[in-house]
T-cell receptor, first 113, second 113 residues
Framework: DTEVTQTPKHLVMGMTNKKSLKCEQH?????MYWYKQKAKKPPELMFVYSYEKLSINESVPSRFSPECPNSSLLNLHLHALQPEDSALYLC????????????FGEGSRLTVL | QQQVKQSPQSLIVQKGGISIINCAYENTAFDYFPWYQQFPGKGPALLIAIRPDVSEKKEGRFTISFNKSAKQFSLHIMDSQPGDSATYFCAARIKAAGNKLTFGGGTRVLVKP
């Protein structure tokens, strides 16, 4: 079982809706990540939080707003999304060490109508 | 220079056979090379990883071969089993760039019984 928990597993929203994706880990990791994955494609990095501070934003549109309330939680707030934003959104965490091993959650499958 | 090129895109192997997936990179600043396995509907999971100062690493039926001069690395799955049917992603990381992973395009492996 994954130690990175994502909710909800599935989300359907209209283009005018506001919703949030949530991610939680209890491994004591101090880095947390949001990735976007389209079908049959590799994960694409969106955001990285290091010690609860945003350290990397891969030029993601402002309709995606990340938040890291504490070292165990990571949210992704969604507003005014487009149908092309439909994808699997993956959360991951890692220690800030040389291993660089990322632990991924199972993802939230988002459909924008 | 950030690209990691992965081949083949898909692979069919008989049970008991050897699956071989190849990756190539250009950026010599990459310092960590993990392989992730992803089953449908699941997030990627770390399978095995190697550093550029090691030429080979074996864990059970999975072996990474690394050729630093050629800037290539490969995954060998020995005695392939139907349960190995999944998508495999190679990746590369530059620690100084915030532990950011660059993924290859993925290889869908189907092991026939």
């Amino acid at each position: 079982d994954t130690e990175v928990t994502q909710t909800p597993k599935h989300l359907v929203m209209g283009m005018t809706n506001k919703k949030s994706l949530k991610c939680e880990q209890h491994m004591g990791h101090r880095a947390m990540y949001w990735y976007k994955q389209k079908a049959k494609k590799p994960p694409e990095l969106m955001f990285v939080y290091s010690y609860e501070k945003l350290s990397i934003n891969e030029s993601v549109p402002s309709r995606f707003s990340p938040e890291c309330p504490n070292s165990s939680l990571l949210n992704l707030h969604l507003h005014a999304l487009q149908p092309e934003d439909s994808a699997l959104y993956l959360c991951a965490s890692s220690q800030l060490s040389n291993t660089g091993e990322l632990f991924f959650g199972e993802g939230s499958r988002l459909t924008v109508l | 220079q950030q690209q990691v090129k992965q081949s083949p895109q898909s692979l069919i192997v008989q049970k008991g056979g050897i699956s071989i997936i190849n990756c190539a990179y250009e950026n010599t600043a990459f310092d960590y090379f993990p392989w992730y396995q992803q089953f449908p509907g699941k997030g990627p999971a770390l399978l095995i990883a190697i550093r550029p100062d090691v030429s080979e690493k074996k864990e059970g039926r999975f072996t990474i071969s690394f050729n630093k001069s050629a800037k290539q690395f490969s995954l060998h799955i020995m005695d392939s089993q139907p349960g190995d049917s999944a998508t495999y992603f190679c990746a590369a990381r530059i620690k100084a760039a915030g532990n950011k992973l660059t993924f290859g395009g993925g290889t869908r492996v189907l092991v026939k019984p």
